[in-house]
């Protein structure tokens, strides 16, 4: 069963806009972690938040951590051609043995 | 350059057929994953290993093998192929737990099951 649920699906934007994602999880966890896939590769690590954090930033990149509602965000600002990728959250599992990845959101920029 | 690489990148099987599928990393991690991936489904974890000889099943197991004989390396068996097995496998490695760094993945195998 999967732990994180990514919002929306799929989302469409212009070069320049701001994209946000959401993350929802069932369960208490330790970390959130975000990361990227671009089509037909592997997935990249973006960014890792702790569960006593409430955001955190990286370049373009703005996470956001809500404990009490279960949910994160990903916040990529000023969006380029070269965002375009699906984007996964994943939330710690098995006492941190293992993350469980949600579906994804498929994020297409448009230039 | 130091990552996680799989081996092969695509493959065809016919039902019935066996194979394994070789991830090798070099940046000395203590954790090692293999995922499956398919439309819409997000990655579903196969099996896991924390350290060297060990081995752990995850969420989606069944008819598939691994071992972890090295740290650098984790073979992820299938003993006799289904088409419900035709997916991409990501292998995945990362430091001990509590202060996960995140995962580094491979490339990815593509396979097809006939």
């Known amino acids: 069963s999967q732990q994180g649920e990514e919002d929306p699906q799929a989302l469409s934007i212009q070069e320049g806009e701001n994209a946000t994602m959401n993350c929802s999880y069932k369960t208490s966890i330790n970390n959130l972690q975000w990361y990227r896939q671009n089509s037909g590769r592997g997935l990249v690590h973006l960014i890792l938040?702790?569960?006593?954090?409430r955001e955190k930033h990286s370049g373009r990149l703005r996470v956001t951590l809500d404990t009490s509602k279960k949910s994160s965000s990903l916040l990529i600002t000023a969006s380029r051609a070269a965002d375009t990728a699906s984007y996964f959250c994943?939330?710690?599992?098995?006492?941190?043995?293992?993350?469980?990845f949600g579906p994804g959101t498929r994020l297409s920029v448009l230039p | 350059n130091a990552g996680v690489t799989q081996t092969p990148k695509f493959r065809v099987l016919k039902t019935g057929q066996s194979m394994t599928l070789l991830c090798a990393q070099d940046m000395n991690h203590e954790y090692m994953y293999w995922y499956r991936q398919d439309p819409g489904m997000g990655l579903r974890l196969i099996h896991y290993s924390v350290g060297e000889g060990t081995t752990a099943k995850g969420e989606v197991p069944d008819g598939y093998n691994v071992s972890r004989l090295k740290k650098q390396n984790f073979l992820l068996g299938l003993e006799s192929a289904a088409p419900s097995q035709t997916s991409v496998y990501f292998c995945?490695?990362?430091?001990?737990?509590?202060?996960?760094?995140?995962?580094?993945f491979g490339s990815g195998t593509r396979l097809t099951v006939v």
């Open positions: 994943a939330t710690d599992a098995n006492y941190g043995q293992n993350f469980v």
């Open positions: 995945a490695s990362s430091y001990f737990q509590p202060r996960p760094y995140g995962y580094t």
């Open positions: 938040i702790r569960s006593n954090e």
